[in-house]
């Protein structure tokens, strides 16, 4: 077993989360603080739910933390935010109406979803970013203005077309790589900060 999943994992159990995957979620907060106390927050494949406990840990008792999956969601965690979890698939237009009908928005949307490999890497990479991009069309009906994603995506030939339509709807965009990440994994997360909602084109009158 490798010393770093030995560290990661017997952590997450001492800290009372169910996995290592927290610390991703945590590096990422510690150093450019996007979860803050009264957001409302999106976790998209929230299973096995440390996300959603860390990010409740941020936003505190005001604060609303969404969990969604497609694994039925056991009871959530206490927690110290209003906490709540959904079992939908992301791709269902049915997800959008539900969360619209219960919340004006988000201002935070996460993403540690990851396709099921198949040990091909250019087709564990266009899966990921079918995610991935499906993740940035929710950010764009979900997000408040100014808004955050943090969203993990496997590195590939067409990953940096992915940053380009990020950094089109996001001030500053950056691609973190957490320690708490097997270094000979090719996932990375991409920090998008300053959410700006794509202007309408102009219609001729």
Not at 9 to 21: E, T, V
Not at 36 to 50: E, F
Not at 83 to 98: A, K, N, P, Q, T
Not at 162 to 176: D, I, N, P, R
Request: some cysteine; charged content about 25%; proline content about 6%.
């Amino acid at each position: 077993m490798r010393k770093e999943k030995d560290f990661y994992f017997h952590k997450a159990k001492k800290d009372n989360y169910p996995a290592r995957s927290v610390y991703k979620l945590e590096e990422a907060q510690l150093k450019h603080r996007f979860l803050k106390p009264g957001q409302r927050v999106l976790d998209l494949g929230c299973h096995p739910g440390s996300w959603s406990l860390y990010a409740a840990s941020c936003v505190g008792p005001k604060g609303v933390v969404v969990g969604v999956d497609l694994q039925r969601p056991a009871e959530p965690q206490k927690a110290n935010a209003e906490m709540h979890r959904l079992c939908y698939d992301v791709f269902s237009e049915e997800l959008i109406g539900v969360l619209h009908k219960k919340w004006p928005g988000f201002h935070v949307l996460l993403s540690d979803m990851a396709p099921a490999t198949t040990g091909s890497q250019y087709a564990d990479h266009q899966q990921s970013l079918r995610l991935c991009r499906r993740v940035l069309e929710l950010a764009q009906r979900l997000l408040h203005d100014n808004g955050t994603l943090y969203c993990k995506v496997f590195q590939g030939a067409d990953f940096p077309a992915f940053l380009k339509e990020c950094k089109a709807l996001f001030t500053t965009v950056k691609v973190l790589k957490p320690q708490s990440s097997r270094q000979e994994s090719r996932e990375v997360f991409v920090l998008g900060q300053g959410y700006q909602r794509p202007k309408l084109p102009e219609t001729n009158r």
